[in-house]
């Protein structure tokens, strides 16, 4: 089983939805959780850290599933400047470094 | 303004050509990363450091090689050994490595070097 996972997409979505993103991981030790943004031939930028208890951020909202071992990302009312590909990172205590899913892409379309 | 900076943004290695890359930060981070990214595929860990003078094995470290001399810089070395070096190199620092962080502590990325084999 891979450490993080993302489905790849892609996700085409009008302006205005809401379109949601999950990720799974293996390890139960892991503590820290996030999302980042990457555009196109840049480097990943943090979006938001996930909280235990779910955090929100203007139009996104992150969730953490300890006991199913997921996170999840839900963007409402997406713009066109949302078009990018998000990643999920996990810590990895025990190993002592971050891993990455290999990243969800969405494009808005007008 | 901190931050990290990577130099050269575009690199070319001729076969059999080591090659430097530049990761430099101001952020009095403990931690520095190496990663690979591959189209299609998400990032890979090369090496890391949590200290100067300390550097570790990641996932993917044959063909590499990297110093932590200074707490600002981390350069890493393609070496000739590695057959598949064209890809895209990002630099990343954290305050401390994962295991002695705490809760929502995380890294930031340098701007990346995109390497190409001539």
């Known amino acids: 089983r891979k450490e993080v996972e993302q489905d790849p997409g892609p996700f085409n979505v009008p302006e205005g939805a809401t379109v949601a993103f999950n990720c799974t991981y293996s390890?139960?030790?892991?503590?820290?959780f996030f999302w980042y943004r990457q555009d196109c031939r840049k480097e990943p930028k943090l979006l938001m850290s996930v909280y235990s208890s779910g955090n929100e951020d203007g139009r996104f909202t992150a969730q953490l599933n300890r006991a199913s071992q997921y996170i999840s990302l839900l963007i409402r009312d997406s713009k066109l400047s949302d078009s990018a590909t998000y990643l999920c990172v996990v810590n990895w205590p025990t190993g002592n470094q971050f891993y990455f899913g290999t990243g969800t892409s969405l494009t808005v379309i007008p | 303004d901190g931050g990290i900076t990577q130099s050269p943004k575009y690199l070319f290695r001729k076969e059999g050509q080591n090659v430097t890359l530049s990761c430099e930060q101001n952020l009095n981070h403990d931690a520095m990363y190496w990663y690979r990214q591959d189209p299609g595929q998400g990032l890979r860990l090369i090496y890391y450091?949590?200290?100067?003078?300390?550097?570790q094995k990641g996932d993917i470290a044959e063909g590499y090689s990297v110093s932590r001399e200074k707490k600002e810089s981390f350069p890493l070395t393609v070496t000739s050994a590695q057959k598949n070096p064209t890809a895209f190199y990002l630099c990343a620092s954290s305050i401390a490595p994962p295991a002695r962080q705490g809760a929502g502590e995380t890294q930031y990325f340098g701007p990346g070097t995109r390497l190409l084999v001539l």
């Open positions: 390890n139960s030790a892991s503590q820290s």
């Open positions: 450091s949590q200290i100067v003078n300390d550097f």
